[in-house]
Nanobody
Framework: QVQLVESGGGLVQAGGSLRLSCAASGSTFSINYINWYRQAPGKQRELVAVISRGGSTNYADSVKGRFTISRDNAKNTVYLQMNSLKPEDTAVYYC??????????????WGQGTLVTVSS
């Protein structure tokens, strides 16, 4: 089993910064990747950033140059550093992990989400 808890959301002015955290617990050794998604009201859920087991990263075009995904393996935590925030970044942000279960095979798990609101 793997569990995820997001934190770090809040209210920030346009141009400001926030750092989101995704803390993993349980069988963290089995995690293959962690994604950050976001979903704004009335819009489709969007993949924002990805970090793999090997440390490679990818970003949505809309956040390239502004957001950075990173990890601290000792703390079992993945971060999303969000700079130069825009009102259109307002959304609930979710982390998502893909992992291997001994009994059930490949699984995914989602955190509960954390709200980011960017004011103009």
């Amino acid at each position: 089993q793997v569990q995820l808890v997001e934190s770090g959301g809040g209210l920030v002015q346009a141009g400001g910064s926030l750092r989101l955290s995704c803390a993993a617990s349980g069988s963290t050794f089995s995690i293959n990747y962690i994604n950050w998604y976001r979903q704004a009201p009335g819009k489709q859920r969007e993949l924002v950033a990805v970090i793999s087991r090997g440390g490679s990263t990818n970003y949505a075009d809309s956040v390239k140059g502004r957001f950075t995904i990173s990890r601290d393996n000792a703390k079992n935590t993945v971060y999303l550093q969000m700079n130069s925030l825009k009102p259109e970044d307002t959304a609930v942000y979710y982390c998502n992990a893909g992992y291997d279960s001994d009994s059930l095979g490949r699984l995914e798990v989602w955190g509960q989400g954390t709200l980011v609101t960017v004011s103009s």
